[in-house]
């Protein structure tokens, strides 16, 4: 659980109305949504939830992830700067422009794709007069989404208990750890948004599909394949 990037950050966002994330089970714009983001976010909620296979909490657990990995790159891209390591800066906001795309924010991931070029072409002048424009677009975006989520968190109730279907998740780990070797990027996307439904996050198997998914998202397929093996072989009860 950060390709398209124009001009301006919220090149190719939603022009409907109020981008409304739907609540459980709804339709993705639905009215009545309790995850709220605004247009100005430059980002299209409902191709998110799409991606995040067409439910509410499977878009919040994107969006986690999005918010804490997109935090820890903010300084990383900036060491990279402060120390000349385009090789880095490269590999960095490549995962930001796959992360963007994933929770419909296609025109910072735009931004993030014009920068992996750069960067990837040695072009320090160019990263240095348009990088801050893309991050302060990013941190704007975190915040956003990170009141959103907390919002939607308070409105969600609470108190309920979550379950967890032992053969369902097994099954899906299996599919994914093939996907690991294989380095199958579909199937691998579309395993961990099945898991992502199957273990919800306050439960703790959830809560390491989680991690699982952020592996993947920073490209640390073997920490990925660790990780859901230790499930496997009943690690986490």
């Given at each position: 659980m950060l390709s398209r990037f124009g001009a301006a950050a919220g090149a190719g966002s939603c022009k409907s109305c109020k981008n409304i994330v739907s609540p459980r089970g709804a339709e993705p714009g639905d009215a009545a949504g309790k995850l709220r983001l605004r247009a100005a976010?430059?980002?299209d909620a409902a191709a998110g939830i799409l991606t995040s296979g067409g439910t509410i909490d499977g878009y919040v657990k994107t969006l986690e992830v999005f918010v804490k990995d997109g935090n820890e790159k903010i300084w990383e891209i900036a060491n990279c700067i402060a120390t000349c390591n385009l090789y880095l800066y490269t590999i960095y906001v490549h995962a930001l422009k796959s992360a963007c795309a994933n929770i419909g924010a296609f025109g910072l991931s735009e931004a993030a794709k014009v920068l992996e070029t750069a960067g990837a072409?040695?072009?320090?002048?160019?990263?240095?007069?348009?990088?801050?424009?893309?991050?302060?677009?990013l941190k704007s975006l975190l915040g956003d989404i990170s009141r959103a989520v907390s919002e939607y968190g308070k409105n969600s109730g609470g108190g309920q208990e979550y379950f967890v279907d032992e053969e369902l998740?097994?099954?899906?780990?299996?599919?994914?750890?093939?996907?690991?070797?294989?380095l199958d990027a579909g199937v691998m996307n579309a395993a961990v948004e099945r898991l992502l439904?199957?273990?919800?996050?306050?439960h703790e198997k959830g809560a390491a599909v989680r991690r699982i998914a952020e592996h993947i998202l920073l490209a640390d397929y073997d920490e990925a394949a660790l990780l859901a093996d230790f499930l496997l072989r009943g690690g986490i009860k």
């Open positions: 976010a430059g980002i072409q040695g072009n320090l002048d160019f990263i240095e007069e348009h990088n801050a424009k893309f991050i302060n677009g998740l097994n099954s899906e780990l299996v599919i994914l750890k093939a996907a690991l070797d294989d439904k199957t273990a919800p996050a306050p």
